[in-house]
């Protein structure tokens, strides 16, 4: 059965709509959660990811969680033609379809963040709350003091720098520069980021899954998954972040960033300043841990689930 273009879903572990290629995670069954989460992979990554289903508030708390692939990872369509508001959108119209209620949860890792900051923008209504694990930034989003994103911008590799260089104001070069071998292009998207200390501790934790997730997640080429996601994270938004406001002042609900003090991959003054800036936000800031923290500290993952749905450590 088909509405508005999309499958209905059906009981199985693992369905399709038309556009999507989801999985329903470890917790509790739908129809007794008292908590339903959305969750959002990040770059290089895919429904697969598990990190925050892995916790005993999962069924201690009654949780139900949905991943699913974004668009062109995985088994998901691509969208040659997404933006922050459509992928916000479809978040929405996934709710409807499995039937989540009138509001959900949205918890997004790394490039999964700047999809939540989509959400909080286009469908605020939708939420009854949201946390952004080390979120991704957009070094030129207006608000941005332009001697604290420039400094940020350049604690980058010289070859991340100009990756994202040309995602923002090329972005029609940006499979020819990710393909060419006169320059070395973007570290992350060949899978050697700037990983800190407690990183590696972490990826020879993952190293056995990740492998599998890996082609997993860029089966329909990195045009599709890695290059479209560089276009879309740092390309020209039509809304900068930091002029959102609060949209749990009336109702019940709260926003959480987390982030460590040690990632390599996305500066943490950056982070800082954004919590500064919107003071509504609970900033979460993590010692010693870096951009994968939240996926192999278990410590981590109750305090995100549990400040997220009771609003306590």
């Known amino acids: 059965m088909v509405v508005q273009g999309r499958h209905l879903p ?55 969680f949905v991943s699913f692939d974004r668009p ?15 992928t916000a959108l479809d978040i929405e119209e996934l ?22 900051w989509g959400c909080l923008k286009y469908i605020p209504h939708r939420l009854a709350g949201a946390t952004l694990i080390a979120p991704v930034v957009n070094y030129w989003w207006p608000s941005f003091p332009t001697n604290l994103s420039t400094e940020a911008y350049n604690q980058q590799s010289c070859r ?46 993952l ?5 599998t997730n890996l082609g997993y997640a860029t089966q329909q080429g990195r045009y599709e998954s890695l290059h479209c996601d560089m276009m879309v994270g740092f390309g020209k938004w039509d809304f900068d972040p930091m002029d959102l406001e609060n949209p749990f002042i009336d109702t019940e609900g709260s926003v959480h960033l987390w982030h460590g003090v040690e990632d390599g991959i996305v500066p943490v003054t950056l982070q800082r300043f954004i919590a500064q ?18 996926f192999a500290d278990a410590n981590a993952k109750h305090d995100i689930l549990s400040t997220l749905l009771i609003g306590k450590k």
């Open 95 to 116: 709710g409807d379809q499995l039937g989540l209620g009138p509001k959900f949860f949205v918890v997004g890792f790394s490039m999964g963040g700047q999809v939540v």
């Open 277 to 294: 800036k919107l003071q509504w936000i609970q900033y979460h800031e993590v010692p010693n841990a870096g951009h994968l923290f939240a």
């Open 160 to 205: 991340d720098q100009w990756a994202l260089r040309v995602a923002h104001y090329a972005p029609w070069l940006l499979y020819w520069w990710d393909t060419q071998k006169w320059f070395p292009s973007s570290s992350v998207a060949n899978g050697m980021p700037n990983f800190t200390a407690p990183d590696l501790k972490v990826l020879q934790v």
């Open 72 to 86: 062109g990872y995985g088994q998901s369509d691509p969208d040659p033609k997404r933006t922050m508001k459509s």
């Open 10 to 64: 059906s009981p199985a572990a693992h369905l399709w709509l038309s556009s999507w290629s989801i999985r329903y995670r470890p917790g509790v069954a739908k129809y007794i959660a008292k908590y339903k989460i959305i969750l959002v992979h990040g770059f290089l990554s895919s429904r697969h990811d598990d990190s925050l289903t892995k916790s005993e508030l999962a069924e201690k708390l009654g949780i139900y």
């Open 207 to 211: 190293a056995a899954t990740r492998v």
